[in-house]
């Protein structure tokens, strides 16, 4: 594959070492996962600041966890299984958390000494947005990318205003194509090197033809897929 095509005219450079599959998994996940963690007006991490990263089994989860380690970041995660904590940490997560049995705010204030985390990188919404709050560093930042447990919640104001908390709300698809192509190019910038040498490749569960399409939905109802289920054309 010499290029992985993000929106119309723009794209992104695939250089030979992942393949077509891979290629085709690439853009949406670590384009998310950049813009929403890394980019000014967004989570725009500073060094030495780290981060809560829900999902952390999922495509966009899986490929935060490698940007957050190439840049040096501390990167906590949320899961939903012992087995897939085993895997974000081998992928280098700093901790791993299972959402069904702990406390994540509880937990992650131990982790860090009470201090919480600068960048929320969040899918759920509604119903995690006072522990996300509860869980931000001074100054932090709440980016949502997703809505899949509501949205509607309500929000303590005061909470905002002594503790400098923003929410963000954020994403890539209804982005023109000119914003995208400046997101292709702030990548390349900040990880271009990974990405062409390798350590940079997202993580595919399972690649099913066309035609399976309703048996990719049903992994992903039942949350067992690690990573990105890849539909081939051909």
């Excluded at 695939?14 to 813009?35: C, I, K, R």
């Excluded at 500073?46 to 490929?63: D, I």
């Amino acid at each position: 594959a010499e290029e992985a095509v993000v929106h119309h005219g723009s794209v992104l450079p695939a250089p030979a070492t992942l393949s077509d599959e891979e290629a085709g998994a690439f853009a949406e996940v670590f384009l998310t996962a950049y813009s929403n963690l890394f980019m000014p007006r967004l989570g725009a991490l500073a060094p030495g600041e780290s981060a809560l990263v829900h999902g952390g089994g999922g495509g966009v989860g899986t490929a935060a966890i490698m940007l957050l380690r190439e840049a040096g970041h501390r990167c906590y995660v949320t899961v939903g299984s012992a087995d897939k904590a085993r895997r974000c940490l081998a992928l280098g997560a700093t901790a791993a958390i299972d959402y069904a049995n702990e406390d994540f705010p509880a937990r992650l204030r131990a982790l860090t000494g009470g201090h919480g985390v600068e960048v929320i990188l969040d899918h759920i919404g509604g119903a995690y947005l006072a522990q996300n709050l509860a869980t931000l560093a001074t100054g932090g930042r709440l980016v949502e990318i997703g809505l899949m447990g509501g949205a509607k919640a309500e929000v303590n104001l005061g909470l905002l205003l002594t503790r400098r908390l923003s929410v963000i709300g954020s994403t890539l698809r209804t982005r023109s194509v000119e914003e995208k192509a400046a997101i292709v190019r702030g990548f390349l910038d900040r990880f271009g090197e990974a990405l062409r040498g390798g350590r940079l490749r997202p993580v595919i569960h399972a690649v099913l033809g066309l035609a399976e399409a309703a048996e990719a939905h049903r992994l992903m109802k039942r949350s067992e897929h690690f990573g990105k289920i890849v539909l081939r054309v051909t």
